[in-house]
Antibody, heavy 116, light 108 residues
């Protein structure tokens, strides 16, 4: 069955960096893009962008350029989200989501807490 | 700001029917897809496209659309339907995903 398994919770200080992973299984990896979605505490869903798993080309949504980096390791079917120079407002749950025509299978989410 | 607009909260009595709406210009060209999210859990798709339900989603969930508005209808609401519901679609450029702000459904 299709699974997206994300790495565990992170507690970071402002200014640090973090790299989250999303390990996939149960489908042909490069047939679907991997999208990233952010959900701040008590808030709605924000689409951050996606990475093309065939080409490795990332697309970033407005507001997620500069400090956010999508990458892949296709040999282990894993996508990564790196956040640089963390700010307290980056505190959120980050989801990886498989997508072709729509966002279908979601990872369980990774909570990132940024606090001094 | 979201390009899709949802009412923040809706309440319904147990066993009754409720509709949750999602409005945006992109819905004139693209279907709204709907996700259910319960506290502490990842969203789960409940219905997408032209009334397509993934396996395991009960048939009390249905959708309709008119103009720039898509609607998710739950007929005969169950207590376990209490959750946040998010709509999603493609933006007007056709390149990006957009979400509605979410509707908190309370079952009375």
């Amino acid at each position: 069955q299709v699974q997206l398994v994300q790495s565990g919770s992170e507690l970071k200080k402002p200014g640090a960096s973090v790299k989250l992973s999303c390990r996939t299984s149960g489908y042909i990896f490069d047939n679907f893009g991997i999208n990233w979605v952010r959900q701040a505490p008590g808030q709605g869903l924000e689409w951050m962008g996606w990475i093309n798993t065939r080409t490795g080309n990332p697309t970033y949504a407005q507001g997620f350029t500069g400090r956010f980096v999508f990458s892949l390791d296709t040999s282990i079917r894993t996508a990564y989200l790196q956040i640089i120079s963390l700010k307290p407002e980056d505190t959120a749950v980050y989801y990886c989501v498989r997508k072709k025509d729509l966002l279908d299978y979601w990872g369980q989410g990774t909570l990132v807490t940024v606090s001094s | 700001s979201s390009e899709l607009t949802q009412d923040p909260a809706v309440s319904v009595a147990l066993g009754q029917t409720v509709s949750i709406t999602c409005q945006g210009d992109s819905l004139r060209s693209y279907y709204a897809n709907w996700y259910q999210q319960k506290p502490g859990q990842a969203p789960v798709r409940v219905i997408f496209g032209k009334n397509i339900r993934p396996s395991g989603i009960p048939d009390r969930f249905s959708v309709s659309s008119s103009g720039d508005t898509g609607s998710l209808t739950i007929t005969g609401v169950h207590a376990e339907d209490e959750a946040d519901y998010f709509c999603s679609s493609t933006d007007s450029s056709g390149n990006h995903v957009v979400f509605g702000g979410g509707t908190k459904l309370t079952v009375l």
